[in-house]
Each structure stands twice: as structure tokens, then as C-alpha cells.
């Protein structure tokens, strides 16, 4: 019995344990799962038969073209760095369906883009409290509708655009208390934005956009309420800003011009109606309507004051090329210009020669801007009502600038140079300086200022002197030695940190260079010994000594060296000692060392043992032979 007591103990623990993980740790989060997905028919599999809370994972970029549906359960669509595009076609469908509470989000770099075309569609739909989230969603249909939440707590995010393409069709939509918050900006055609029932609200971030005619840009019916924080524009005939009815509200934080203001139950507002906002709605020009039994709406407008179309100019300070600069003010609330600053200070009256204005035009004198720094110079237009807006002109100077080059105490040609504010300064010339090294150009005297170089950008307003740097070269002399080929070179004007390079010796294309092409003439006639490309950084100046290794063989035989400068031939005779061929030049350049005393087309040493045409003499002294004897023989026939 003790036993047995001792055994149903276990179990009860064993069972109440349970029930505290299972408590706290609920099956469904367990039992969160990540679904991965290739393609189309994946996403579909994978969407039946996750359970609420699981992840499906993209692991490719693909389109799925028959949309899908979210029904009761809450799924996280990590994108994962891909991106997926769900459509849908025929009237009256769907690309993105979120229904019964259920939610879609997304997390991961990528997007999700939901398109439809067909009449009465939705790109993305969400009803009976649902949440979804999207990159992007459209409309190609008439009537057919972006983005459309439906219902009380049904919600949808767009983190970019929505965008609608035809007649009567709804960009971002909600209804009976749904709510779309657009984060980028709607292009519309007939309705970008649309809202009806009390509790429905449509938010957009960014910029709405028609070009369409017959437009409402903000249309809000029965309590609704549509907020714009970006600009509201539209291009064509009949346009509203906003179309309210039945107590409605519209908030336009920015509104272009006077056509847009607003349509009120149809009826116009002029740009002199409504009252200054207080309390919540300070800084709105407030304008309330009420017609028949419906209840009041109310439209609430940023004050803005008018815009400057175009924002930006630019002025060329150069003599001939300097014109005044002029720009366009689209009137708003305001109906003047007050004043013109830069940088907080007024710059004068309308008419003083700074500026003026007529009518809508106004015009910056060249005569004030000639007297601007290069840069960019931000004026700020203050209007009689709102706030200012920025006019920004780019001031340039395209006047040549004559650069002189002063070599302090070296030469160099050419002596001075035209260059072109805003543009590189190109090539620079290179001065010379017995004994010194030079370090480049400089805006002071001893490398004091700016280094030039030739990327350098010409930011000058005046004409320039530009001084050399000199580096003196040590006096003492230097040899430098080639560890891999044991060339050494030798030198009184060798920089004290010069750095020796041999390399193979590498030859001008055939037919472009006379001195190379004298030296692949040795090399296919057997003369080549051998032969390097030596440099060196810095330059040395004056004479230079330099021992080519060509091997002890070579002890006591006449050689000559081949030594290409710029595709001019100097050859130098030379005997060679203790292994090496040493001989003077004032130039570093690819040299050849070869066999004999070398003249052009010939050789005119005699071969000696070993050189490759001594056999052609043991030929030629063979075939004498041979024809002796057959005199002989055919004498003693005779």
C-alpha cells in the first residue's frame, strides 16, 4: 500500500507539472513553427496548414498570381530579403484577404506587393477586426479599390505607395470603422482617399496625387475622419482637396493652390473663408459647413502660405553669362510677398534692386546675386499669411582663372595654365631642379597651404600662384643593388630613400619602337646575353653608373649595350670585368646586353669560341673542302 501511495504521489506531480508548463507556456506558442517557401504552390501549402503564430519564410523571390487568403489565424510572413508579389484578376477579387481576426505581418528586409486588376477588386482587403501589412498594393480596374479595411478594428499598413489607375477607383480606403495608414504616398484617379462610417479613418504620411478629372483627393462621408500630412495636388478639371459630407472631417496639411482648397457637401471654399484654429487645431485655417439636416462637417488647413514652383535656381557668376534669376509663387492663403531674407536678414524691399515681384513672378537681380560667395544661397520668401518657404539658387563662376606656377629656383614649362571654377585642374607640369626632388604643388611658398594635384577641384575666385616643393638629394654618393639580379646602380644624385626596381625586360610592340626592334634583332640572331627594365622612385638627376651580372664567361669579351630611350637607340661598347658589364648613362630605361661591337645591321667583332655563329664558319670551311677534292678527282680523270 505504501508503495502504491508512494506511486500516485509521482503521478499527481508529474501531472500538476504539466499543467504549470502547459499554463504558462501555452500549445500555441509550443508549437510556433517556420514554414519555408520556394514558389507559389509552397506559399499556398504553407499558409493551409500553419497554425496561428507560425513564420513562413521566403527563400526565394517569386509571384503568386491566384492571391491568398488569411482566415482566423495569425501569420508573420518573414521576407527574409526577397520579395513577393500576390495578384489577382476578375471583378470582385482579391489579391491579399485577411479576414476573422485574423493577422499578417511582415519582418525582414524585402517586400510584399499586392496588385489586382478587375472591376469591384481589392488589391489588399481586411474585415472582422483583421490586421494586415503590406510593402506596396494597386488597383488596375474601374471601381476596384488598393487597400480597403472594412469593419470595426480591421486594419491595414502600407509601408510604401498605393497607387489606383482607373476611373472611380479608391487608393486607400475604410469603412464602418476600418482604419488604413498609408506610410508612402497615394496616386490615385477619381477617390485617392475614401472614408465613410463613423470610427473609419484613412492616414497618409506621404503626398496624394491625381490626374484624373472629377476628383475628390480626400472623401470622407458619415462621421469619417481622413488625414493628409503630405502634399495634396491634382492636374485636372472639377478637382476637390477634399469632398465632405455628414459630418465628416478632413485634415490637409498642405495644400498647393487656391482651385484645391476644398469642396464642402459641393460647395467651394475661397481662400478668405474659415477662421484661424485654437487649442488642437492652432495653425489650421478651420472652415465648418452644414447643409440641410446632415450634420456639420469640417475642414481643417495647414496654413499654407503659397509654394515656390520651381524651389531651386542657379546664377553663373561669369560676366557674360550672369542673368537675373526668377521663380513662380503659387498662392495659397497668402496674396503677397512681405520680405525676401538670407540667413535671418532681410536683403531689402519688393523694388529696392535686390528683388521684386509681379504679380506671381519673382525676380532676383543678377546685379545682387553677382555679389553672392559660390555656394548655395537659401532665401527665405515671407508671404502676409503662413509660413515662408526656401528658394535655394546655386551660385557658380565659370570665369577662366589664370594659374602661375612659380618653380622656386627650378624651371618648368609651361609657366602658367586657365582653369575653370567647379572643374579639376587636369594636368600640371613638372618642374626640374638640380639636386632636389620635387614634392608637387602648393598654395604657399615651401609646401605651406593646399596641395594641388590634378584631381584637384578649381575653387578659386581669383587668379592663382601655385609654388613647387623641392626635396634636396643627398650629395654623397649612393649604390643601390638589385638582391634578385644583382644589378647595382650608382649615383651622387640618388634620393636617400630611393627604392631600385628590376624587372624582365619588356620590349615596345614590334614596328612601333626602332631601338626594341634592333633589340628582338639580337635576340633571333643569337647575340642576346640578356637584358632588364631598371627604374627607380624617386628619379635620380645626373650620371648614373650601372654592373649588369652577365656571368664570368663573359671576362675580357667586347659586349654592347642596347639601350632604349623613348624609342631612340644609344649603344654603348663595353668590356667585360669580373662578371659584369659597368658602364655610365644619364637615364634609367629597359637595356640588352649582347655579344660583340654592335652596329646597325651588323657585328663587327669576329665570333669568338662559343658564340652561336662561330658553327656557320666550321660549315663554310667544310663545303671549301669538299669542293678541292672534287677538283682534284675530276683533274686526275681528266
Request: charged share 15%; proline share 4%.
Amino acid at each position: 500500500m505504501e508503495k502504491k501511495a508512494k506511486r500516485i504521489s509521482r503521478n499527481m506531480a508529474w501531472l500538476l507539472a504539466a499543467a504549470l508548463v502547459f499554463t504558462l507556456f501555452p500549445a500555441t506558442a509550443l508549437a510556433a513553427d517556420t514554414h519555408d517557401v520556394y514558389n507559389a504552390a509552397d506559399l499556398t501549402s504553407a499558409i493551409i496548414s500553419a497554425a496561428s503564430g507560425d513564420t513562413i519564410r521566403l527563400m526565394a523571390s517569386f509571384d503568386c498570381t491566384t492571391g491568398i487568403t488569411i482566415d482566423g489565424k495569425a501569420l508573420t510572413f518573414n521576407l527574409n530579403g526577397y520579395t513577393l508579389n500576390v495578384s489577382n484578376s476578375g471583378d470582385n477579387s482579391i489579391g491579399i484577404n485577411v479576414i476573422n481576426a485574423a493577422s499578417l505581418d511582415i519582418t525582414g528586409s524585402g517586400s510584399l506587393n499586392a496588385s489586382v486588376t478587375g472591376q469591384y477588386s481589392s488589391g489588399v482587403h481586411a474585415s472582422g477586426g483583421s490586421y494586415a501589412k503590406v510593402s506596396s498594393t494597386s488597383a488596375g480596374s474601374t471601381y476596384a479599390m488598393s487597400a480597403c479595411a472594412e469593419g470595426a478594428n480591421s486594419f491595414i499598413e502600407v509601408t510604401g505607395d498605393v497607387t489606383t489607375s482607373f476611373g472611380f477607383g479608391s487608393g486607400a480606403r475604410a469603412e464602418n470603422g476600418g482604419h488604413v495608414k498609408v506610410y508612402g504616398n497615394v496616386n490615385g484617379t477619381n477617390w485617392p482617399t475614401y472614408a465613410t462610417g463613423a470610427g473609419s479613418l484613412v492616414e497618409v504620411m506621404g503626398n496624394v496625387h491625381s490626374g484624373w478629372n472629377q476628383v475628390r483627393c480626400a472623401y470622407a462621408l458619415h462621421e469619417a475622419v481622413i488625414r493628409i500630412y503630405g502634399m495634396v495636388t491634382a492636374t485636372d478639371w472639377i478637382t476637390y482637396a477634399a469632398f465632405l459630407e455628414d459630418g465628416a472631417t478632413v485634415y490637409l496639411e498642405n495644400v498647393t493652390n487656391t482651385r484645391m482648397f476644398a469642396g464642402l457637401e459641393e460647395i467651394e471654399v475661397s481662400k478668405t473663408d474659415g477662421a484661424d484654429g485654437t487649442g488642437e487645431e492652432a495653425g489650421y485655417r478651420v472652415f465648418t459647413h452644414q447643409k440641410g439636416t446632415l450634420k456639420p462637417v469640417k475642414l481643417l488647413a495647414r496654413k499654407v502660405s503659397a509654394w515656390i514652383d520651381p524651389g531651386t535656381g542657379s546664377f553663373d557668376k561669369k560676366t557674360e553669362n550672369q542673368a537675373d534669376v526668377k521663380t513662380t509663387a503659387v498662392w495659397g492663403f497668402a496674396t503677397t510677398v512681405t520680405d525676401v531674407k538670407a540667413g535671418g536678414v532681410s536683403i531689402g524691399t519688393d523694388g529696392s534692386g535686390n528683388w521684386s515681384r509681379l504679380e506671381r513672378t519673382l525676380t532676383f537681380t543678377k546685379e545682387y546675386l553677382a555679389g553672392q560667395p559660390v555656394g548655395e544661397l537659401e532665401l527665405s520668401v515671407v508671404f502676409d499669411i503662413g509660413s515662408p518657404q526656401t528658394f535655394t539658387i546655386a551660385i557658380h563662376d565659370t570665369t577662366p582663372r589664370v594659374v602661375t606656377f612659380d618653380p622656386q629656383g627650378g624651371t618648368v614649362a609651361p609657366s602658367t595654365k586657365t582653369v575653370t571654377q567647379e572643374e579639376p585642374y587636369g594636368a600640371l607640369p613638372t618642374p626640374a631642379k638640380a639636386g632636389y626632388l620635387f614634392g608637387g604643388w602648393y598654395t604657399g611658398a615651401n609646401g605651406a597651404g593646399d596641395k594641388i594635384e590634378s584631381t584637384t577641384i578649381v575653387a578659386i575666385t581669383a587668379d592663382q600662384t601655385l609654388y613647387a616643393k623641392w626635396t634636396a638629394i643627398s650629395s654623397a654618393p649612393t649604390t643601390l643593388t638589385d638582391s634578385a639580379t644583382g644589378v647595382t646602380v650608382s649615383g651622387d644624385g640618388i634620393h636617400s630613400m630611393a627604392r631600385l626596381t628590376v624587372s624582365p625586360l619588356k620590349l615596345h610592340p614590334a614596328g612601333t619602337c626602332a631601338a626594341c626592334d634592333a633589340i628582338r634583332k639580337t635576340q633571333k640572331d643569337g647575340r642576346f646575353i640578356l637584358g632588364y627594365d631598371i627604374s627607380m622612385t624617386p628619379p635620380a638627376t645626373g650620371e648614373l653608373t650601372i654592373a649588369i651580372p652577365v656571368g664570368s664567361q663573359y671576362d675580357g669579351q667586347n659586349v654592347t649595350i642596347l639601350h632604349c630611350i623613348n624609342g631612340r637607340l644609344e649603344t654603348i661598347a663595353v668590356t667585360v670585368a669580373n662578371g659584369a658589364a659597368t658602364f655610365t648613362v644619364a637615364e634609367l630605361s629597359p637595356f640588352a646586353v649582347v655579344r660583340g661591337l654592335y652596329v646597325p645591321g651588323e657585328i663587327t667583332s669576329p665570333p669568338q669560341t662559343g658564340d652561336a655563329a662561330a658553327p656557320w664558319g666550321f660549315v663554310l670551311i667544310g663545303l671549301a673542302a669538299c669542293c678541292m677534292r672534287a677538283l682534284a678527282v675530276r683533274r686526275r680523270r681528266a
